[in-house]
Structures are given as C-alpha cells and as structure tokens.
C-alpha cells in the first residue's frame, strides 16, 4: 500500500505546523513536524494550509467543457455588442458558430435572429445565456434544429434545453477529452469531487470515461427526470458507489425542475415582476412534483429540486414535507422569511452558487426590487440552521471553487461595496460548505486534502488562492 507524508502542513486555517501520513486512501496519522519518512513518498508543503479537499456541488460537465471554447459574452452589454463580439471571431463558411454567457436582463435592446442574420448571413450561430435557461439562435440554426418559424429565434426553458440537445456537437471522443482537460484544470484549482448534473445518462457517460482515462476527482452521477425509471430498473440508488468504478462513481440524486431562472424571468415567485403580470414560470406543479419525489424516494433515490424564485421554494419545501423525505433544492435564490427554518426541519440541504450573487445583484435589483434582502439569503440560511453546499453550476460561474468562496465571504466582486452584507457568511463555515460539510482533517478520514500556499484568513484575494497541491484518495493530482 503506498504512503505519503505531507511534511510541514498547517492544519486548517491558523493551525499548528504538522506531518500528516497517508496509507492508501486514508489519513492515518497526524503528529509534530520532523516525523521520519521511513518508506513514504515525501510532499514537503512549506509551511501550506490543509483542507478538506474541495467538492463542486453542481455542475454541467460537458456544457462547462465545450463553453471553455466558446466565444465568452459575459461583457456583452447589449444584443447589438453580443453580435459585434460573434462577429468579430472567425468561422468558416457553414461552422457552427458557438456563444455563451450572456445576460439580457438589463440590455437596453433584446437578442433577436435578424441581428445575428444581418451580421452573418447565413450562418449557424448558437449563442448561449449565462444560466443556460436561454439559447439565442440564428435562422440558419434554427433550420439545423427544425424550428424555422421561430418568431424571434430565442428559445427559453424546455424548448431552449431541448433545441440544445439536438444541435451539432463534438464527436464523443472529443467531447470526453474536453472534459478530462476542464477536470484537470478544476485539480488545479484544489477541487476533489464534484456532482454532474449534466442531461445525460451520466453513470454510462461516466463509466465510458472511466475505462479510458480514470478522472482526477470522484463524481456523484446525477439523475436526470428522464432516466428515472431507467435507473429504478438498474436496481440504482442515491450514494450507492458504481459498481467497477473503484468508488471514483457514485449514484446521485434525481433532478427536478420546478422553476426557471432569474436572468430569463421565469424564476416563480409570490409577486409579479414589475411592470408585467407575469409571476415566472411553474415548470412542474405541486400535483406533478409530489409523486414524482415519492416515486424517487420509495425506489432510494434522493431529490435534487431546482428551485430559484421564492415560490418555486415553497412549493418545493412543501412537496419534501409532504413526501416526507429529505434532498435538496439547488440555487435557493430567493425565500421567503417563514421558509428559512424549514430547510433544517425538514433535512433539506440549500445547495447554493455564491458566485453567481455578484453576477445577478443588478438583474435582482431590477426584477426583485424591495425584495432582495432575501436573496441568495446564505447568512439567513445558516443562522436558521441549513446545511450549506457550495457548487458552481458551471458553466453559469467557473469550475473554480475559490471564486464561490469569495462572493459568500465578501458578497462582490468588484470595488463596489458588498451587497447585502448581512447575508455574507464567515470563511470557516464557507470552507466547511466547499467541502461538503468536512471542517478539518483528522486521523482515519477519506485522503481527499487540498494544501493551499496561503492561509486562507490571511489571503488577500481569495479568488486568487494559490494550490500548492491537490490529493484525491491518497493520490496526488496536482502539485505545483
């Protein structure tokens, strides 16, 4: 069994000088610095931090893989800029021509198909919004997926994921090798699992990928609505480990859209938004969503609710409550004060993005005026007693667990001042919800550990925090 000995680490943030001795997959000692080495491999940590190794809660691996090689529209400030940024990259005659993360909720103008038709006639252009709930296309590429009297070209929600889903993609081969060099780079970044909420079989996507190249990180395969009953037939379970996997797989939760999002006002919520009658968009109502969870739950499978305007929570906590199970509800944007408690009465973990909060603060502003003390409300959370995660759901923020930890300290990312700085939470408690709840390292636990060249209390942009190395199960998969 291989042995490592980290050789000098500070345990934890402001913690003592140690070496820390791992066996195989485990911690196996903890003792005053100057341990000899005996037949161990030696990573000597000068003077780095230890922490639990670092867990992105939710992300789309391939969409953040392929959106690493798109034209990046975050600076777009308008539809006509978004264009004049598409345009100005080359493509040849009939390429596809792929965009993504822009944010049309303060543009003075909207995204139509004529724009990106008189900027470039007659080609494919798929542009995609920065939460991936909007998929502005050209009239070419709305022929590539059989929508050609599209009025506007903008596909939201359903019709959006689903035109996703039958637009030209990468061969296989290339899109797994996109993914094995985002994994690499999200190593790098001291990340040791994360849980991939991509619309896919992901356990046969994963397990096709295991046999090729085993990743650097574990993944929680998540369970998309269509393949439930598929993944009731295979006998699969939430944390059950894929079999053959060597425990780098492991079953995920099943994942439920009650709601829309922010950015394409289709968040669902208790009033309308201003100057409109429209209250957001109810994706699966409570008739609908109860037997669904039911039926996921009685077959072992856990519920991951997508649930972002302050009614979609409601009803999300009140279908938990009436199933009588616990779960999750993925991003939690927006509650209501008398919803807070019930995450921690009812066993439902707020898995949050507090990278997107800088994102989102003016579209929030705009949309949710009067009511954004209780958004992304992760102070409010905590002091109500949730369990916090931390994910990012790239590709909506980078696969970059730092940038996360950041915003839920500082609350921004500019030089503006924070926004709502009561919401912010302290940076023991974010690093404990980066981790997946672990708030140190101890003899016998898991060897997935992050050693960062910085202390992180003592860093001056955490968003910058250097990773001296990264170790997955014993493993060593990164060291700078």
């Given at each position: 069994m291989s042995e490592l000995l980290l050789r000098g680490v500070r345990r934890g943030v402001g913690g003592d000088l140690a070496d820390v001795r791992l066996s195989g997959d485990r911690v196996v000692a903890i003792t005053p610095p100057g341990e000899p080495a005996g037949a161990a491999e030696v990573l000597d940590a000068d003077g780095g931090t230890l922490l639990p190794g670092l867990v992105d809660a939710h992300v789309h691996t391939v969409q953040w893989a392929a959106a690493r090689r798109r034209i990046p529209l975050e600076g777009a400030r308008s539809a006509a800029e978004a264009v004049d940024l598409v345009a100005a990259h080359p493509c040849g005659p009939g390429e596809l021509v792929t965009g993504a993360g822009f944010r049309d909720g303060l543009w003075p103008d909207v995204p139509h198909k004529d724009l990106l038709e008189r900027a470039l006639p007659g080609q494919p252009v798929a542009l995609f919004s920065g939460d991936l709930h909007a998929l502005w296309l050209s009239p070419a590429a709305l022929k590539l997926v059989g929508r050609e009297q599209h009025p506007t070209g903008v596909l939201l929600e359903n019709d959006c994921m689903s035109a996703t889903a039958e637009l030209p993609v990468a061969s296989r081969e290339t899109q797994d090798r996109w993914v094995a060099e985002a994994l690499e780079a999200a190593a790098a970044r001291g990340v040791t699992g994360i849980a991939d909420y991509e619309y896919t079989d992901t356990i046969a996507d994963w397990t096709r990928r295991l046999a090729a190249t085993p990743p650097p990180i574990r993944v929680d395969c998540v369970i998309a609505r269509f393949a439930l009953d598929l993944a009731i037939s295979r006998g699969l379970r939430t944390g059950d480990v894929v079999p053959d996997s060597g425990g780098l797989l492991t079953v995920g939760p099943l994942k439920v859209f009650v709601d829309g999002s922010l950015n394409t006002r289709t968040a669902y919520c208790h009033d309308p938004y201003p100057g409109s009658p429209s209250f957001g968009l109810l994706e699966t109502p409570p008739a609908e969503l109860v037997p669904l969870l039911r039926k996921a739950w009685e077959n072992g499978i856990s519920p991951a609710v997508h649930a972002i305007g302050d009614h979609a929570n409601t009803i999300a906590l009140d279908a938990f409550a009436e199933v009588g199970c616990p779960g999750r509800i993925e991003h939690a944007q927006l509650?209501?004060?008398?919803?807070?408690?019930?995450?921690?009465?009812?066993?439902?973990?707020?898995?949050?993005?507090?990278?997107?909060?800088?994102?989102?603060?003016?579209?929030a502003d705009r949309y949710w005026a009067s009511r954004t003390a209780r958004a992304f409300p992760y102070g409010a959370l905590l002091a109500a007693g949730a369990r916090l995660e931390i994910g990012s759901d790239a590709p909506v923020a980078p696969l970059d667990p730092w940038d996360g930890i950041a915003s839920a300290v500082s609350r921004t990312d500019d030089d503006r001042p924070a926004w709502h700085p009561e919401q912010a939470i302290p940076l023991a408690d974010t690093l404990s919800a980066a981790a997946r709840g672990r708030s140190g390292v101890r003899a016998g636990d898991v060897a997935d550990l992050v050693i960062t060249a910085e202390d992180p209390a003592e860093s001056a942009d955490l968003r910058a925090m250097p990773i001296r190395a990264t170790i997955m199960g014993g493993k060593v998969t990164f060291r700078s």
């Open positions: 509650l209501r004060a008398e919803d807070l408690a019930r995450f921690a009465e009812l066993g439902v973990i707020a898995s949050v993005q507090p990278a997107q909060q800088p994102d989102d603060r003016d579209v």
